[in-house]
Nanobody, 113 residues
Framework: QVQLVESGGGLVQAGGSLRLSCAAS????????MGWYRQAPGKQRELVAA???????NYADSVKGRFTISRDNAKNTVYLQMNSLKPEDTAVYYC???????WGQGTQVTVSS
């Protein structure tokens, strides 16, 4: 069993920044890709960014150049740095451990115009 706990969400004005954190209960990054997903009201959950066990990253077109995914293996934590936020980034953001299929509880991000 692996627990994923997200933090760092909040309310921010358009153009602002937030950093989300996802702390895993044990070291899983060597075997599991990690992803950040988001779900806005009335919409399907979508992949925002992912990082493989080897450290390769990929991003949704809508966030390329604005968001950065990274991880700290010593802290068992994955981050999502979000810059130049837009109102359309408003959603609940979830952390996902691909190998295990586990999800975190989600953290709300609200961007005001």
């Amino acid at each position: 069993q692996v627990q994923l706990v997200e933090s760092g969400g909040g309310l921010v004005q358009a153009g602002g920044s937030l950093r989300l954190s996802c702390a895993a209960s044990r070291n899983i990054f060597s075997i599991s890709a990690m992803g950040w997903y988001r779900q806005a009201p009335g919409k399907q959950r979508e992949l925002v960014a992912a990082i493989t066990s080897g450290g390769s990253t990929n991003y949704a077109d809508s966030v390329k150049g604005r968001f950065t995914i990274s991880r700290d293996n010593a802290k068992n934590t994955v981050y999502l740095q979000m810059n130049s936020l837009k109102p359309e980034d408003t959603a609940v953001y979830y952390c996902h451990a691909d190998f295990f299929g586990y999800w975190g509880q989600g953290t709300q991000v609200t961007v005001s115009s």
